[in-house]
T-cell receptor, first 114, second 112 residues
Framework: SAVISQKPSRDICQRGTSLTIQCQVD?????MFWYRQQPGQSLTLIAT?????????ESGFVIDKFPISRPNLTFSTLTVSNMSPEDSSIYLC???????????FGEGSRLTVL | KQEVTQIPAALSVPEGENLVLNCSFT??????LQWFRQDPGKGLTSLLL?????REQTSGRLNASLDKSSGRSTLYIAASQPGDSATYLC???????????FGIGTKLQVIP
């Protein structure tokens, strides 16, 4: 298993500003992911955070809007840039551990953009 | 493209009742299937993971089954308690770690 800490747990932001979410894992992991969950919707993968190289973004998500850092095997950040009300979501950090490929999630960061 | 459907979308039961949550998926070529619990505004807590070669997994009052050929999984909760109230999500892993498809979830309310 893995214990994942995310900060902040929630925030209210103004339109046009940026917010950085931090994700800390209690063990070294190869695979780290960032998801978005919009109100009433399922989870959508934003990107895979790669250690030592640029993140891999899914269709519809771009680096300018969601820059990601992965300085080591236990830590990653996601920045939501130039926010609009449509960015109001829960953002979730996730890792895969074990041979069975089990997914574990952080507590989530609930973002409200006014 | 994998699609995951969870029925019902919401369920309200009296405390002590046994219940079944359903998850169906369109592509049977899966790596594994995972059930999660999500409390309002929070992250996901892993409940059970069933590998593609397995038929079921049990943890305490929870039992999850998998029928790949029919594209179905069920989560059985025995003797439900108010603390079980949450949204339960099904996630299907297929073709690599990035290829995880989530259902929208079933919102469960257990009434004391």
């Amino acid at each position: 298993s893995a214990v994942i800490s995310q900060k902040p747990s929630r925030d209210i932001c103004q339109r046009g500003t940026s917010l950085t979410i931090q994700c800390q894992v209690d063990s070294q992991v190869t695979m780290m992911f960032w998801y978005r969950q919009q109100p009433g919707q399922s989870l959508t993968l934003i990107a895979t955070a790669n250690q030592g190289s640029e993140a891999t973004y899914e269709s519809g998500f771009v680096i300018d809007k969601f820059p990601i850092s992965r300085p080591n095997l236990t830590f990653s950040t996601l920045t939501v840039s130039n926010m609009s009300p449509e960015d109001s979501s829960i953002y979730l950090c996730s890792v895969v551990t074990g041979y069975a490929g089990e997914l574990f999630f952080g507590e989530g960061s609930r973002l409200t953009v006014l | 493209k994998q699609e995951v459907t969870q029925i019902p979308a919401a369920l309200s039961v009296p405390e002590g009742e046994n219940l079944v949550l359903n998850c169906s998926f369109t592509d049977s070529a899966i790596y594994n299937l995972q059930w999660f619990r999500q409390d309002p505004g929070k992250g996901l807590t892993s409940l059970l993971l069933i590998q593609s070669s397995q038929r079921e997994q049990t943890s305490g009052r929870l039992n999850a089954s998998l029928d790949k050929s029919s594209g179905r999984s069920t989560l059985y909760i025995a003797a439900s308690q108010p603390g079980d109230s949450a949204t339960y999500l099904c996630a299907v892993h297929s073709g690599g770690y990035q290829k995880v498809t989530f259902g929208i979830g079933t919102k469960l309310q257990v009434i004391p």
